[in-house]
């Protein structure tokens, strides 16, 4: 048995902004920007945060995997509840047994290589589930518009047949403030780009590398991916001092995804995962008020594991989005009069869902041990046969429905018109009325394939609570 990452998973929006668009939108007051406008960004939907984005990386990284998870650690710096278990939520939607342990990382965009250092530097008393998700938001007319992108990333570590194990790691604290968000801001202050490459990255950075490297027993030229979170020419400036070729750092994800955060570095090491072969090194570094330089090495069971998963398939999934202005409204930055059906008061009932909070955010269901039918929500008396107190508890998360019906609603309210809805059949006999999400108008028919993703419900705005449920939505595209 052998400690590191067993499995790997990726999730990005749907949703692609071509930089263009915004670029036609604001270069007429900020022309600067023109020269970041080529390809496009991930852009979160209106019913997308951090905790949804996990869910979806999460599920991509547990798809085929057996064996209980011990531990959620999520790591994020625009977690939804400052006060709420949002792990918590993660957990309870991936429909993990009630002991589970869970924390939230935050505070800085190290929070998810910082846990994974950790977790290389000594062996874990359970299988972790490591989930980074970021949703930061940005300034109109800002680079960071251009360079930030929204998305998430899922590693499981633990002890077995791993697709990568851990040689070694070494970490750095330096308050170096090169970027910072205060907690009553929405968005970040980043500091000259130049000045925290000379006296940031090639100043902390090399060090903790050697580090890493002399605590794995290898030479930092003989690393094979170097994933790096930050900028090419940083990159490139650092190729120089480390001693390592420039067509080795990976692909960082500019020019279809964009930067998104935290979960960046493990995003990139999805997409490496993608592609590497066995018994290469591996370098992960993460920055920001210090420094994280993590060495694996791949082993052969990495061709086992990576089929149908990882960054790869994730970004082939994208829906073009060309309007600036929607995508503003999608991120909540304009305020679109939607008129008297958008006045409505959505306080949670949180007594009723404490009750039934395992059928809501784990979409439960019962099957009758009488008839072997499939229905939702539980019942005391099976639908079919009638036999009462018949049915065991089962989730329909993973399952694939058939579109029975829909209706495109644009006199009901939704942040993305229209509102469209409709009953969802899947095997067994369960037919279910629900919200169809990622589906623009016209983009439906009856008896399409769909699959459940988990996604805000609805913002209650007078109380700052936001609920979660399961939406039927596109299949991944074919081939991918």
Known sequence: MTYGILSFGAYVPHLRLARSAILDAVGWAVPGVRGLAAGERAVANWDEDSITLAVEAARDCLAGVDGPVGQVSLASTTLPFADRSNSGVVADALDLDHEVLTEDLAGSRRAATSALARAARGHGHDTTLLVAADT??????SSQEMLYGHGAAALLIGEGKPVAEFLAAASVHEDMVDQYRATDTDFDYALEERWVREEGYLKIVPDVVEQAAAGAGIQVGDIDHVVLHGSTGV??????????????????LTANCGDTGVPHPLLMLASVLDNAGPDQYVLVIGFGQGADAIILRTTPALALVRAGRGAGRALAQRRPLANYTQF????NQISIDFGLRSERDNRTALSAYYRKRRDI?????????????????RALVCVKCGAAES?????????????????????????????IYGNVEFPDGA????????????????GDPVRLVF??????????????????????????
């Open 431 to 446: 037919n279910v009325m629900l919200e169809f999400t990622d589906f623009g108008a016209g983009q439906i028919k009856v």
């Open 328 to 331: 503003l409204s999608l991120r």
């Open 235 to 252: 990159a490139r400036a650092l190729a120089k001092p480390l001693g390592i070729d420039p067509k080795r750092f990976a692909d960082p």
């Open 391 to 419: 049915q065991t508890p089962e989730s329909l998360a993973a399952l694939t429905g058939r579109v029975k019906s829909f209706t495109e609603d644009w006199l009901a309210y939704t942040p993305s018109p229209p509102y």
């Open 361 to 377: 955010t784990a979409m439960r269901g019962g099957r009758c041990r009488e008839c072997n039918t499939l229905q939702f929500p």
């Open 455 to 480: 996604r805000v419900k609805d913002y209650d705005t007078k109380r700052h609570f936001r609920r979660y449920f399961w939406k039927p939505a596109p299949l991944p595209v074919d081939g991918d």
């Open 136 to 141: 930061r938001e940005t300034r109109p007319g």
